[in-house]
């Protein structure tokens, strides 16, 4: 079936620890894909996305993703992150000849001092 | 910095009465779209409008929902009859172009609570 996963509900990281959340996919053709951050209070904001060309894709805030199509994955990353950064990280996807984001179930990131 | 902007930020409604969302697109774009988020859920698409007319819709998306443009800059979701499970928070979403080419930019959201 097609799907969208994040497998981490929740994440805590220190401030300045480096971040990783992983995001898989299964379609049969690789969609376009996306990151999403929800802020409290907040709409949607687009991070990044990946359409084709260099894998490794920098986005707004710091933050950067790598498309690995062997795996079907999109993880996020951030070398350091800042207590700003607690939030709820979505993937998502748009399959091809589709004009639709679908998204996964999201990953909450909670930030130590 | 142009942004979506949705009304009410949140609304309280009793099971079985009529509400509308609205939302204000981003004034240059030509798609608009509604997806929601029930709490503790991933957020979902609704149904998305072009030229318009319903473009696509989800299986949520039934004869208890309908979509408007009525005039150049409101773009409305109403639920004819709301039910207790329509509770979620409900995000209105623009772009320019069709999503693979062009941002979709959200809204806010409104949180929509069914007593």
């Known amino acids: 079936a097609q799907s969208v996963t994040q497998p981490d509900i929740h994440i805590t990281v220190s401030e300045g620890a480096s971040l990783e959340l992983r995001c898989n996919y299964s379609?049969?053709?690789?969609?376009?894909l996306f990151w999403y951050v929800q802020s409290p209070g907040q709409g949607l904001q687009l991070l990044l996305k990946?359409?084709?060309?260099?894998?490794l894709v920098q986005g707004i805030k710091g933050f950067e993703a790598e498309f690995k199509r062997s795996q079907s994955s999109f993880n996020l990353r951030k070398p350091s992150v800042h207590w700003s950064d607690a939030a709820e990280y979505f993937c998502?996807?748009?399959?091809?000849?589709?004009?639709?984001?679908?998204f996964g179930a999201g990953t909450r990131l909670a930030v130590h001092p | 910095e142009p942004e979506v902007t949705q009304t009410p930020s949140h609304q309280v409604t009793q099971m079985g009465q009529e509400v509308i969302l609205r939302c204000v697109p981003i004034?240059?774009?030509?798609?608009f779209y509604w997806y929601r988020q029930i709490l503790g859920q991933k957020v979902e698409f609704l149904v998305s409008?072009?030229?318009?007319?319903?473009?696509?819709k989800s299986e949520i998306f039934d004869d208890q929902f309908s979509v408007e443009r009525p005039d150049g800059s409101n773009f409305t979701l109403k639920i004819r009859s709301t039910k207790l499970e329509d509770s979620a928070m409900y995000f209105c979403?623009?772009?320019?172009?069709?999503?693979?080419?062009?941002?979709?930019?959200f809204g806010q959201g409104t949180r929509l609570t069914v007593v």
């Open positions: 979403a623009s772009s320019e172009e069709t999503v693979p080419n062009t941002e979709a930019f």
């Open positions: 379609y049969g053709a690789t969609p376009y």
């Open positions: 990946y359409f084709s060309g260099d894998t």
């Open positions: 998502a996807v748009v399959p091809r000849g589709y004009n639709k984001l679908i």
């Open positions: 004034s240059n774009h030509l798609y």
């Open positions: 409008f072009y030229n318009n007319e319903i473009s696509e």
